[in-house]
């Protein structure tokens, strides 16, 4: 396949990066179109960890040219932390990283706007990682956003600054917070536009023109598809497209039908923040999967939220977003549990799809499919076969369940650890 599109389908932190890490050999690129420092993708490089928030994790492949574009909101002091890092593990990627001048930019009044209103919000917050997506998304649907271009085209950028001051420090105080200094915003502007010089690009007609090299392209999803802004559980999602749907409209380009669109899934549920969650689980079989999973954000540190494998809310997305395969990972968290779950729908709900409405949604119970449970340590198989048979039979019935083929099956942290299934 040429082109090839990584996406999560559940809430997040599915894996998605260490996917992508372990596929980009086989890639000429990898193209994150959506999202900012809101998602972590952790990958494992010679045993060393690192997470990667906007950068895409081709990076970490000397052989990849990663394109940001964009549909992309970008934070510049965490992205060059970012890439310090890819710095310190002996990674070159001067040439191989390009940013469109399109992406919008997140500012410390973004940041801090984002974390005041969930404040204000009290029980009513959304539970966003505070890092400035939704108010950064917002201005740019409101057409007062700061692009990555405005910080070097020769704007004012003095008057950039106290432009966004003015309309934002009356409510940031009004919300409790420390009004913000022009000069403060005016330095950070400057310098991120003299460190950012190098890696701008059109990066939409560099896309266009690979895809018309018929150029090995993989696209990188972020969040997931159940934190889609269009049809994830609204509010309680991110503010972009997550689906492969996404792709062409957040790259600006008109990118084709992707070859092959894979699904990263959990063999369980995970959710970080607040929002329905109807196999959420409260007993020890959830703290299990915590402890076992170390399900804690990779970009805030929270405890994520554990339950079991929603098959129902994955089949649905697996028909909207045209998703040909699976991949299954953290199938080793779940080896000591006496039975596995699969929330195969919900009680009193008959129709094809989810529920449009959360409020509908929060009410439903899941009902359950329960099968054996599987022992031992499994992160060292390398093969399908070797894996016990009630591990195997949960990862078909995952397959038959969500209505697509389970190519991947993942068995622990690292890029090794990964099953490709014949
Ligand atoms: P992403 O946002 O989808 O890229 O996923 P994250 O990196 O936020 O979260 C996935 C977490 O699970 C990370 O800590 C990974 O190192 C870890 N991980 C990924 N795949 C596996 C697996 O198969 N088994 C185990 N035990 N951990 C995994
Ligand atoms: P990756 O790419 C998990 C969640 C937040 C919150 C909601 C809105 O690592 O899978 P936002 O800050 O985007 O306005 O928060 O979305 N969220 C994620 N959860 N993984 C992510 O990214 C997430 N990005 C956002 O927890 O519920
Ligand atoms: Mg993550």
């Excluded at 809310?313 to 549990?337: E, H, I, W």
Aim: proline letters at 4%; aromatic letters at 6%.
């Amino acid at each position: 396949m040429n082109t090839v599109a990584v996406v999560g389908l559940q809430w997040g932190d599915e894996g998605k990066g260490k996917v992508i890490n372990r596929l980009a050999p086989g890639f000429d690129f990898v193209v994150r179109y959506q999202g900012g420092g809101n998602a972590g993708h952790t990958v494992y490089v010679n045993g060393q960890k690192i997470v990667l928030k906007h950068v895409p994790s081709g990076i970490l492949t000397e052989s990849v040219t990663n394109l940001m574009m964009p549909g992309m909101v970008l934070d510049p002091d965490v992205m060059f932390e970012e890439l310090d890092a890819v710095t310190k593990l002996g990674i070159d990627f001067k040439n191989r990283l390009k940013i469109s001048g399109r992406v919008h930019i997140t500012t410390a009044a973004h940041k801090a706007l984002d974390q005041l209103r969930e404040r204000a919000a009290g029980k009513g917050k959304i539970g966003t990682t505070g890092r400035g997506i939704g108010t950064t998304y917002a201005d740019k649907a409101n057409r007062l956003g700061i692009r990555a271009i405005d910080l070097i085209d020769g704007n004012n950028l003095r008057e950039t600054a106290e432009r966004m001051l003015a309309v934002k420090n009356p409510v940031i105080e009004e919300l409790g917070g420390d009004k913000l200094s022009v000069d403060e915003i005016y330095g950070k502007l400057k310098q991120w536009g003299e460190k950012l010089k190098p890696f701008l690009a059109d990066t939409s007609l560099i896309l266009a023109e690979a895809l018309a090299m018929k150029k090995r392209v993989m696209f990188e999803g972020a969040q997931a598809a159940m934190l889609d802004i269009d049809v994830g559980t609204y509010p309680y999602v991110t503010s972009s497209g997550t689906t492969a749907g996404a792709i062409g409209s957040g790259c600006g380009v008109n990118v084709g039908a992707v070859g092959e669109v894979i699904g990263v899934v959990k063999a369980y549920c995970t959710r970080v923040g607040e929002g329905a969650f109807p196999t959420e689980l409260f007993d020890a079989a959830g703290k299990h999967m915590q402890e076992v999973g170390r399900e804690f954000g990779s970009t805030t540190g929270r405890p994520r939220r554990c339950g079991w494998y929603d098959a129902f809310a994955a089949r649905y997305m697996v028909r909207l977003g045209n998703v040909s395969c699976l991949a299954v990972t953290k199938l080793d968290v779940l080896s000591g549990l006496k039975e596995l779950k699969i929330g195969t729908g919900y009680e009193g709900w008959d129709q094809p799809g989810l529920p449009e409405s959360i409020v509908t949604l929060g009410k439903l119970k899941a009902r359950y499919e329960t099968l054996p449970g599987f022992d031992g340590d499994i992160t060292g198989c390398t093969r399908y076969g070797d894996l016990p048979v009630n591990a195997r039979a949960l990862v078909e019935r995952i397959e038959k369940l969500t209505g697509a083929p389970v190519k991947y099956v993942s068995v622990g942290p690292g890029s090794g650890q990964l099953i490709a299934r014949e």
